[in-house]
């Protein structure tokens, strides 16, 4: 098993979480709620408002997101659904863990639990110049105030 930290469409709640719970992709567990130790560029760019995760490590903020405990053939799928590794990479990025799955806000987890981990993050480091003067999210949510569209790909020409 491996962990991915996912901080876009595949998250709870957005277009394509789904895909994380569609058996025929293979398995994935969630595990806890994170976010990036290293602050990184959160961009929503292109005419399909994808969300992306440039790799200029130290620019912009933390960023929020999920890790997952995913299969060989989840993995598998992932590279394919992100284009791996053409469109996005698939690279090492350290954590610090907010909440881990099932740990109530209140009493908070045992002492020995670790509060820092890695996992695979798909990052780009092919993008438009002009994405870098994009505004920085902390945290990307498909249905935010930030009123762009996200395209399925299943309605994009």
């Known amino acids: 098993m491996a962990r991915v930290f ?3 469409t595949l998250k709870k709640g957005q277009p394509n979480y789904f895909r994380m719970t569609d058996k025929r992709n293979g398995r994935a567990e969630y595990c ?3 976010r ?3 602050k990184f560029p959160l961009v929503i760019a292109g005419k399909y408002s994808i969300p992306f995760l440039l790799n ?3 620019v912009g903020q933390q960023v929020e997101g999920e890790v997952y405990s995913v299969d060989t053939q989840m993995l598998q799928f992932l590279d394919e659904f992100e284009g791996c590794p053409h469109m996005y990479q698939r690279t090492s990025v350290e954590l610090e863990v907010k909440q881990w799955a099932g740990e109530s806000t209140s009493s908070g987890q045992s002492a020995d639990a ?3 981990m ?3 993050v798909y990052s780009t480091t092919t993008y438009q110049p002009e994405w870098r003067s994009l505004p920085i999210y902390e945290s990307y949510d498909a249905y935010g105030s930030h009123g ?3 395209v399925s ?3 994009r020409d």
């Open 6 to 8: 996912v901080y876009g």
């Open 32 to 34: 806890c709620s994170a």
């Open 36 to 38: 990036t130790v290293e």
């Open 56 to 58: 200029v490590p130290g």
């Open 114 to 116: 670790p509060r820092r």
């Open 118 to 120: 890695n996992a695979f």
């Open 148 to 150: 762009l569209v996200y």
């Open 153 to 155: 790909r299943e309605y």
